[in-house]
């Protein structure tokens, strides 16, 4: 019997990269989808592109009767919206992985400053499994709930964490600078994100001040003897999806032959990490579950630059690898 994934928020983007995704998973299938705006319309009328490969109804969110339906939910709410509806998934069983931010730190103060919310489960905060297989998978395998990563600090913490374990680049001095695909923003509809606002322009925004600078640092933190204190700059771009982050860090001893070898040996054994030699770009990875990671030498400085697709390695391809690693399964299913 094939494992039962729900989805709720499905009428979003990062919900259609997942269901698109499961379609092609040989154990697990979709069987609730949920909406607050769209119910009673068919997943297709919303996602034209499941046409004829998904017929299921978007429904109200009923805990009770989704936890029937549904051995695990992905829960794609927007943060702040998602903890209460996880809190009671959790007290009614199922299994969730949590797309939101309402998880991922292990402050309840540092959370509530960042997000400007008080939490509705503060006693959970710090206990969730981080999901990112490629660095947490001992947590993940037997965890019923997962905070899937930010899609920024996916692209930050891949390269990062493992230098800093090695103790090859300095903690203190880290810039990261990441150009996102305006998908990053969700698909309802705001200023910032029309189409004549976007085109043909590149703005950074958040300087310093955005969500992901403190979750870099709390995971980053994780694999350092002291703080990590990391600059991070997000830019959106005109481009339907891929995060390319350009990460600027003093080396302390190493070159990088030796980068490449840390990443290398720390990766081992990950099937989507691929340490290339080229510079790489976000078309190298579009819809696809890869990070690419590549360093250069330049002066004093080590430049690392990643790239993933941010709907993918930075959300649904990780829900679904997460979803393979808690049920033992191989981590590619679904993802190849
Ligand atoms: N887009 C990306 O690249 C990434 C997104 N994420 C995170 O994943 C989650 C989903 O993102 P994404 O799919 O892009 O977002 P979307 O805005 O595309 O979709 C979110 C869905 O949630 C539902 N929703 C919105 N507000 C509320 C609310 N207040 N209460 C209940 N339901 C609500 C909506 O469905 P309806 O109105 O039909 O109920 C909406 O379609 C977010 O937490 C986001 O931060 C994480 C990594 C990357
Ligand atoms: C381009 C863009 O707007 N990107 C989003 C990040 C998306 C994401 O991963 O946000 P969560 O941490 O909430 O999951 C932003 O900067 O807010």
Same mark, same amino acid.
């Given at each position: 019997?094939?494992? @039962?994934?729900?989805?709720?928020?499905?009428?979003?983007?990062?919900?259609?990269?997942?269901?698109?995704?499961?379609l092609? /998973?040989?154990?697990?299938?979709v069987? %609730?989808?949920?909406?607050?705006? $769209?119910e009673? &319309?068919?997943?297709?009328?919303?996602?034209p592109?499941?046409?004829?490969? &998904?017929?299921?109804p978007?429904?109200?969110l $009923?805990?009770?009767?989704?936890?029937?339906?549904?051995? !695990?939910?992905?829960?794609?709410?927007?943060?702040?919206?998602s903890?209460?509806?996880?809190?009671?998934?959790?007290?009614?069983?199922?299994?969730v992985? *949590?797309f939101?931010?309402?998880f991922?730190?292990?402050?309840?103060?540092e959370?509530?400053?960042?997000y400007g919310?008080?939490?509705?489960?503060?006693?959970?905060?710090?206990? !969730?499994?981080?999901g990112?297989?490629?660095?947490?998978?001992?947590?993940?395998?037997d965890a019923?709930?997962?905070? =899937?990563?930010?899609c920024?600090p996916?692209?930050?913490?891949? +390269?990062?964490?493992p230098?800093?374990?090695a103790?090859?680049?300095?903690?203190?001095?880290?810039i990261?600078?990441?150009?996102?695909?305006?998908s990053?923003?969700? @698909?309802? +509809?705001?200023?910032g994100?029309l189409?004549?606002?976007?085109?043909?322009?590149?703005a +950074?925004?958040?300087?310093g001040?955005?969500?992901?600078?403190?979750e870099?640092?709390?995971?980053?933190?994780?694999f350092?003897?002291?703080?990590? =204190?990391?600059?991070?700059?997000?830019?959106?771009?005109?481009?339907d999806?891929?995060?390319?982050?350009?990460?600027?860090?003093?080396?302390?001893? %190493?070159?990088?032959?030796?980068?490449?070898?840390?990443? @290398?040996?720390?990766?081992?054994?990950s099937?989507?990490?691929?340490v290339?030699d080229?510079?790489?770009?976000?078309? /190298?990875v579009?819809?696809t #579950?890869f990070?690419?990671?590549a360093?250069?030498?330049?002066g *004093? @400085?080590? !430049?690392?630059v990643a790239?993933?697709d =941010?709907?993918?390695?930075? %959300?649904?391809?990780?829900?679904?690898?997460?979803? #393979?690693?808690?049920?033992g399964? *191989?981590q590619t299913?679904?993802l &190849?």
């Amino acid at each position: 019997m094939k494992v @039962r994934v729900g989805i709720i928020g499905a009428t979003g983007y990062t919900a259609y990269e997942a269901i698109r995704l499961l379609l092609r /998973h040989p154990h697990a299938e979709v069987t %609730a989808v949920t909406s607050r705006q $769209d119910e009673g &319309l068919s997943i297709a009328a919303v996602h034209p592109q499941l046409t004829s490969r &998904l017929d299921l109804p978007l429904q109200p969110l $009923d805990i009770d009767s989704f936890a029937q339906q549904c051995d !695990v939910a992905f829960c794609c709410l927007p943060h702040g919206a998602s903890a209460e509806t996880v809190k009671q998934l959790r007290q009614a069983n199922c299994k969730v992985i *949590d797309f939101s931010a309402d998880f991922r730190l292990t402050s309840v103060a540092e959370y509530e400053t960042w997000y400007g919310v008080k939490h509705p489960w503060p006693e959970q905060v710090g206990q !969730v499994a981080y999901g990112l297989p490629e660095l947490f998978a001992d947590q993940i395998k037997d965890a019923d709930l997962i905070a =899937n990563p930010g899609c920024y600090p996916t692209s930050a913490i891949m +390269p990062l964490a493992p230098l800093i374990q090695a103790g090859a680049i300095h903690c203190e001095d880290i810039i990261v600078d990441s150009k996102s695909g305006v998908s990053g923003a969700g @698909r309802s +509809p705001k200023l910032g994100t029309l189409y004549c606002e976007t085109n043909e322009s590149i703005a +950074p925004y958040a300087i310093g001040a955005h969500r992901h600078q403190p979750e870099m640092n709390d995971i980053i933190g994780r694999f350092s003897g002291s703080k990590t =204190n990391i600059l991070f700059t997000p830019h959106l771009t005109p481009m339907d999806r891929g995060i390319l982050s350009t990460i600027y860090v003093r080396p302390q001893a %190493a070159d990088a032959k030796r980068v490449r070898e840390i990443w @290398r040996q720390t990766y081992r054994d990950s099937p989507f990490v691929r340490v290339v030699d080229h510079i790489p770009g976000t078309k /190298h990875v579009a819809g696809t #579950n890869f990070v690419d990671l590549a360093v250069k030498e330049a002066g *004093d @400085r080590l !430049v690392l630059v990643a790239a993933i697709d =941010n709907l993918i390695k930075g %959300a649904s391809g990780a829900a679904v690898q997460n979803l #393979n690693c808690i049920f033992g399964w *191989d981590q590619t299913l679904g993802l &190849l």
